[in-house]
């Protein structure tokens, strides 16, 4: 059993950067894949991007590679997202999710979710 608790999402204008955490419980942590998904009004859950247990595979959505960073430390039990150059069309309700499955995109395979934290691009 995994508990996921997101936190670090806000407002910010766009071209600024943001990070989020996601702070999970649990001895195993280290062994699942972490990910972040997103979900703005009126869409679908999309994957953002994900990072194997050993932090050793990164996988990214096309619409943030190069700009936003995910990384893990497992002795924290914790999992960052870094997003720099935001853009409006990245507002959105931002998950941490776990899965013991590898490295995967398919949100279904994710078995453990945290509550989500509002990122907000305005100017």
């Known amino acids: 059993q995994v508990q996921l608790v997101e936190s670090g999402g806000g407002l910010a204008q766009p071209g600024a950067s943001l990070g989020l955490t996601c702070a999970a419980s649990?001895?195993?942590?280290?062994?699942?894949?972490l990910a972040w998904f997103r979900q703005a009004p009126g869409k679908e859950r999309e994957f953002v991007t994900s990072?194997?247990?050993?932090?050793?595979?990164?996988s990214y959505a096309d619409s943030v590679k190069g700009r936003f960073t995910i990384s893990r430390d497992n002795a924290r039990n914790t999992v960052y997202l870094q997003m720099n150059s935001l853009k409006p069309e990245d507002t959105a309700v931002y998950y941490c999710a776990a899965t013991r499955f590898g490295a995967t995109r398919a949100a279904r395979i994710y078995e453990y979710w945290g509550q989500g934290t509002q990122v907000t691009v305005s100017s």
């Open positions: 649990g001895d195993t942590f280290k062994t699942y894949t």
């Open positions: 990072i194997t247990m050993n932090g050793g595979y990164t």
